[in-house]
């Protein structure tokens, strides 16, 4: 990858995170320009052509999956979900979520999508019922974290095709000379596979890093928010994690007396497929709460 490609992709990841982060806020094509440090003029053309999906359309999405979201694990009423998916009108809302998802908001709210795959990305199919996680990993607990720095690498695709961002985080010299037992591996994951199409799932892989450290060429910094979190430890290949997503998500969140706060899910690895045996391998699922 060319320095300049490189130079344009971080500040498209820029405007990616923006967004996330200011997904109910009025977005206009100035300000996302600016965030990114583009004339407006270039911006659109730049933002599509590096993305593959217009502006526009990005934020659409990403709006419409997290009413997907909100529709399968939440209470909430269809016009409110639609309100929050910035849509006036429940018709309007009710075309909107049909174009994209095939069936209309009520039929979806007691269907699994069609779309549904699981974490090695083949087809399933699914009794409509939440599956749940086997033995240790139905274990959750309520914990507090401080905010993490990290440095990390955008992947975007199916989350098992994460590998070779994380030999590259990993391995670069800059990185590699801070890592020590205390280092943290982290997955930040945006997209449930069972609503966003595989090619635009979204994960930051990262790991924990000094504030002095300045993230080498093609990798950024940012910091994971602090605050309450649910904790589910798993154990197993990772293929297992979405069925537990599926069972905090569909079955302990509901129960709890807890709501989730808007913001991805966290994935912290205890151990890593080098150190250990596919069936041996630790990772702690952390969804934050309101």
Request: charged share 25%; with cysteine.
């Amino acid at each position: 990858m060319s320095d300049a490609r490189a130079y344009y992709e971080e500040r498209i990841i820029r405007v990616q995170m923006f967004i996330q982060d200011h997904l109910d806020d009025p977005m206009t094509l100035e300000k996302l320009a600016k965030v990114a440090c583009f004339s407006p003029f270039h911006f659109h053309r730049i933002f599509t052509a590096m993305t593959g999906e217009p502006l526009k359309e990005y934020i659409r999405r990403l709006l419409l999956e997290r009413a997907a979201h909100e529709l399968r694990y939440s209470n909430q009423p269809v016009v409110q979900v639609a309100l929050n998916a910035g849509y006036q009108t429940h018709e309007a809302f009710t075309r909107a979520f049909r174009n994209m998802f095939g069936v209309p908001p009520r039929q979806y709210r007691t269907e699994l999508p069609s779309r549904a795959r699981n974490r090695a990305g083949s087809p399933q199919v699914f009794n409509l019922r939440i599956l749940k996680p086997k033995g240790d990993a139905m274990d959750i607990r309520i914990e507090e974290f401080p905010p993490l720095d990290v440095v990390f690498i955008r992947h975007t695709g199916p989350y098992e095709e994460c590998g070779i961002a994380w030999e590259k985080l990993c391995s670069h010299p800059h990185v590699a000379k801070e890592l020590g037992p205390e280092t943290q591996a982290i997955g930040i994951c945006y997209d449930d596979p069972d609503i966003t199409e595989a090619d635009k799932i979204r994960m930051d892989v990262c790991v924990t890093a000094p504030p002095s450290l300045s993230p080498p060429e093609g990798m950024e910094k940012q910091t994971i928010k602090g605050g309450e979190y649910a904790v589910l430890t798993h154990r197993g290949p990772y293929e297992g994690l979405h069925d537990c997503y599926r069972w905090l998500f569909g079955e302990w969140l509901p129960s709890s007396g807890k709501e989730g706060a808007y913001g991805p899910s966290l994935e912290v690895y205890i151990n890593s497929p080098e150190e250990v045996a596919p069936q041996d391998l630790i990772t702690e699922i952390r969804v934050p709460l309101k």
